[in-house]
């Protein structure tokens, strides 16, 4: 039997999944923007969008710009399963896009920080180098 109309609790689930997804995700990124906060890293940006994509968090240490993708999931291993090839591309089409408004020479590292179930983090620095 197939519907012509999808039934409320099902809009009402997947509305639900998604608001929360969104706070664990917002969540993780504040908790990774604090620990880079406690490593002396200013954060500049937060969910900075150009026309190439979003990055999650941008920060500067001295002449440097860490652009930082944030990954939650229930391990580390699975948050890191979710960076997909086509992201990659997207997350670097983006700092370049960022780094178009930065003094010339600017040098940039990009990290993948990891957020388990129980809110620990795993920054793989140059994480795409």
Same mark, same amino acid.
């Not at 519907?3 to 639900?16: E, N, T, Y």
């Not at 969104?22 to 969910?47: M, N, P, S």
């Given at each position: ?43 500049? #940006?937060?969910?900075?969008? %150009?026309?190439?994509?979003? $990055? /999650? +968090?941008?920060?500067?240490? !001295?002449?440097?710009? @860490? ?32 780094? #178009?408004?930065?003094?010339? %020479?600017?040098?940039?590292? $990009? /990290? +993948?920080?990891?957020?388990? !179930?129980?809110?620990? @983090? ?8």
């Amino acid at each position: 039997m197939a519907f012509d109309f999808v039934p409320d609790a099902i809009i009402r689930g997947r509305s639900d999944r998604g608001r929360s997804n969104f706070h664990a995700g917002k969540a993780a990124e504040d908790a990774v923007a604090l620990h880079y906060e406690r490593q002396g890293v200013t954060i500049c #940006a937060r969910r900075w969008r %150009g026309h190439c994509g979003e $990055i /999650d +968090l941008v920060g500067r240490l !001295g002449g440097n710009v @860490i652009v930082i993708e944030v990954k939650q999931s229930q391990t580390h291993d699975l948050a890191a399963s979710h960076v997909l090839p086509g992201q990659i591309g997207r997350i670097f089409a983006t700092a370049e896009e960022f780094l #178009a408004g930065e003094p010339m %020479g600017t040098d940039l590292r $990009i /990290d +993948l920080a990891l957020v388990d !179930g129980q809110g620990r @983090i795993d920054v793989l620095e140059n994480a795409f180098a």
